[in-house]
């Protein structure tokens, strides 16, 4: 069974600062993971994909993540932070066997001005 | 271009009246979705399409809920009777096609209140 963990329900992070958002995954199979954004009162809104290729994926707003397949992670990171990055982040993953896409918990991002 | 419609956006209804939810998916998407979101259970898939089949229906929580795909264009989710414990935002999601690497588009939802 596949399932994805994001740690932190909450983090806090000043403007102008790095973020990382954390997400661990566990699947039987190759990994597909996706990074979503969710502002209030809004749908969810895509971010970021790793499929196969490069570890390191870069996505819309400016942010990133990298794929550790070791570590069996894929951190939502973002070199300066905005005030208007301020949202809910959601995780997921899916696999090659599989249609479902399983989304985490949440983590809420709060950017400090 | 439009993304994902659903309607009403919000809802109030009493226990035990039906609600109709409904979703146009994204114009060229073969794949539909329905999640419902709480504070308590995160975002749960409900139910998904291909083709306008029903392909797992293996998240609706009770006979009460039922969900159609008459079109390609037009998706409804109904319960009947509604309860309290059903209160949630219910979000629709589109993909191209079927599959694990696709991208879902999401709605803006329905926020729906049970009395």
């Known amino acids: 069974a596949q399932s994805v963990a994001q740690p932190e329900d909450q983090v806090n992070v000043a403007e102008g600062n790095p973020l990382t958002v954390k997400c661990t995954y566990s699947?039987?199979?190759?990994?597909?993971l996706f990074w979503y954004v969710q502002y209030p009162n809004r749908g969810l809104q895509f971010l970021l994909k790793?499929?196969?290729?490069?570890?390191l994926v870069k996505g819309s707003y400016g942010f990133e993540a990298e794929f550790n397949k070791s570590q069996t992670s894929f951190h939502l990171k973002k070199p300066s932070a905005l005030v208007s990055d301020s949202a809910l982040y959601f995780c997921a993953v899916s696999h090659d066997r599989d249609d479902k896409i399983i989304f985490g918990k949440g983590t809420r991002l709060h950017i400090l001005p | 271009d439009a993304g994902v419609i659903q309607s009403p956006r919000h809802e109030v209804t009493e226990m035990g009246q039906e609600v109709t939810l409904r979703c146009k998916p994204i114009?060229?998407?073969?794949?539909l979705f329905w999640y419902r979101q709480t504070m308590m259970r995160g975002l749960e898939l409900l139910i998904y399409?291909?083709?306008?089949?029903?392909?797992?229906d293996s998240g609706m929580p009770e006979d009460r809920f039922s969900a159609k795909m008459p079109n390609a264009s037009f998706s409804t989710l109904k319960i009947q009777p509604s309860e309290p414990r059903d209160s949630a935002v219910y979000f629709c999601a589109s993909s191209l096609r079927l599959g694990p690497q696709e991208t879902q588009y999401f709605g803006p939802g329905t926020r729906l209140l049970v009395l």
């Open positions: 699947v039987s199979g190759n990994p597909y």
């Open positions: 399409f291909n083709n306008n089949v029903p392909i797992d």
């Open positions: 790793y499929i196969t290729g490069d570890n």
């Open positions: 114009s060229g998407h073969n794949s």
